[in-house]
């Protein structure tokens, strides 16, 4: 870990099931936990159609920009899964069948009785030069090439995919935060709390009304990879937000 | 509504909130939904951060391609929210306060005895040239300039502006879809339903495995705009089922 580096990530989502609706997708709010907790930065999310032109087209986009790219969606073994297609055809190389990936299959398959057939082995194909991420859940791999990691889209295998590849990505500087409740609206504090952002342009302050309480609240929340500069904005922000509870007469949140 | 106009649609999801994990969204789900429901092709999402320059770049990426933008995001009243700002610089269009917004904003503040101030006159900005979408829940509303529609963040206000520009919308071709569940494998039924895919370019086959079930489930879902092609598929697809079940000596799923 380089304590000064900056870490970027974007996570391209694959799967008309998410673009209609039909499915919910998870694996946005999981990619990005993960990537905070590791001190990456998530950039940018895209979600797009199973169409290999448009897979290809986001992924070069995405991995000239950023340190790392994931994507989930798109590995499993029909038609529709097309994503080590685009993958392959994106960095330009061929689409074999892997001796590696076919015999983790294998072994998985023999204990549970599956025959191997084509639809199967389409699973074991894994661009060349690629890495394997191992799949703890269901055996069949997802993969590394270049700065790209491609994952399964079925949240709990694509969690474990990303608690396999964890070890082998750098991490960037923690950002720390802190929350600060105010009951109070954002147009209360909105004048008060950009001035106070503009004395600490490092420290980033995002607002955060809260909907569906019994009374008006408001989430503040800081964030800063510097921690001494964050503790002492949050302070000041402590400050402001006690003097507009006072101004208002207000008993202060717990 | 003509009946054989496609029309498509881009969602900016706007916010670190989302990128950093604090915030799980759930507005991606509740847009593919509309959409579907209206019979508009959600073609890509894209959650971005709370910069200028990265939503004035997808912004202008998205609405060039296709019929319909959509954000959410960004419009409240503190320093963190500019997407207004950004959506004029896109468009090279002034940001007044909106006298019509402007009214919106003071009628529902004089009822709740709130303070008029500049953070909170920020949420009367709309870039010229703009036509509000109503905001039923919190009274500041949201703008259509071109076919940009921008949206609040928080997802009860999000939804009511959906709602609310629901009838000016263009709706395109409906699609239909019909599922059928396999308590076969996907690997299983892989081959057999790329071979139907084939015989059927217009009917869109995904196939979808079920985890956390307590036998092999896979569920089949075909979408089409053509009716009776999609009726047809459909029984293919079923009598292709039925074989496979009948060939693992498997009794069918309700």
């Known amino acids: 870990m380089n304590p000064n580096q900056s870490i970027t990530a974007a996570l391209l989502v ?8 039909r499915t919910k997708d998870v694996n946005i709010g999981a990619t990005a936990d993960f990537c905070t907790d590791l001190g ?3 950039k940018e999310v895209r979600v797009i159609s199973d169409e290999t032109d448009e897979i290809v087209e986001a992924l070069n986009a995405v991995r000239q920009r950023y340190t790392y790219v994931f994507t989930t969606g798109g590995i499993g073994p029909t038609h529709d899964d097309i994503t080590a297609d685009a993958v392959a055809k994106a960095f330009g190389v061929a689409l074999p069948i892997n001796d590696e990936a076919r015999a983790m299959l294998e072994t998985r398959w023999k204990t549970t009785g599956t025959q191997i057939n084509e639809a199967r082995l389409r699973m074991a194909r894994i661009p060349e030069g690629a890495d394997l991420i191992v799949n703890a859940v269901s055996a069949a791999p997802g993969f590394r090439i270049g700065n790209v990691h491609v994952m399964a889209g079925v949240p709990l295998i694509m969690r474990s995919m990303l ?8 991490t960037g500087k923690k950002v720390m935060s802190e929350t600060i409740r ?20 490092d420290v980033k ?4 009304p809260q909907m ?3 009374r008006v609240m408001t989430e503040l929340v800081l964030r800063s990879s510097n921690e001494a500069l964050l503790r002492e904005a949050a302070a000041k922000v402590r400050e402001m937000v ?13």
Chains 1, 2 share one sequence.
């Open 14 to 21: 694959i799967g008309d099931e998410i673009l209609s609706g």
């Open 40 to 42: 990456i930065d998530l």
């Open 163 to 170: 608690e396999a590849l964890a070890p082998t990505l750098q």
């Open 182 to 201: 105010a009951a109070v609206g954002e147009g209360t504090i909105g004048g008060p709390l950009g001035a106070l952002q503009a004395l600490y342009p």
């Open 205 to 208: 302050m995002g607002s955060y």
């Open 212 to 214: 569906g309480t019994s």
């Open 242 to 254: 006690a003097q507009e509870h006072a101004k208002a007469g207000i008993t202060p949140p717990d």
